[in-house]
């Protein structure tokens, strides 16, 4: 079986949409960018059950699939709902908070981003179509 595309790929791919990311957010820095990305994966994490966050992650490329599951330690406990907006921007800063420069738009922004990226759209909304209540609102690019 030949490498898949995906991993053939994936530098090129993620150096592609960090860069996006970081435009679309007004970040300074591809390092900033990061931290922006990680912040947002992981309050969206947060807020999945173990299965849950296994099936979102299989829709995401390479990198991103790593980022999103990289320092997770999953548990047996019933994750809390998604939270109002205000809430969750509030959770995403909290992240890193020394490092994290994430604008009040970061979950847009990267939504955005990721919607322009590599992701087969489709794919996506079906796997947040059957992801708790908010996993849909949460992925909007406005």
């Not at 990680?38 to 990198?63: M, N």
């Not at 847009?108 to 087969?120: F, G, M, N, T």
Request: negative net charge; hydrophobic residues 40%; proline residues 8%.
């Amino acid at each position: 079986m030949p490498m898949p595309q995906t991993y053939f790929h994936a530098s090129l791919d993620f150096d592609a949409f960090i860069q996006d990311v970081r435009d679309t957010c007004m970040l300074p820095t591809h390092h900033q960018a990061y931290h922006t990305l990680r912040a947002v994966l992981h309050t969206f994490r947060d807020h999945l059950t173990t299965e849950q966050a296994l099936v979102f992650a299989d829709v995401l490329p390479a990198v991103t699939r790593a980022i999103f599951v990289e320092d997770w330690h999953p548990s047996d406990l019933k994750p809390p709902p998604f939270p109002d907006r205000a809430t969750l921007i509030r959770e995403v800063k909290s992240v890193r908070r020394d490092h994290n420069m994430a604008p009040d738009s970061a979950i847009e922004d990267v939504a955005a981003a990721l919607r322009r990226s590599s992701i087969d759209e489709r794919e996506l909304d079906r796997v947040l179509e059957n992801l708790p209540e908010g996993a849909v609102e949460f992925w909007k690019s406005y």
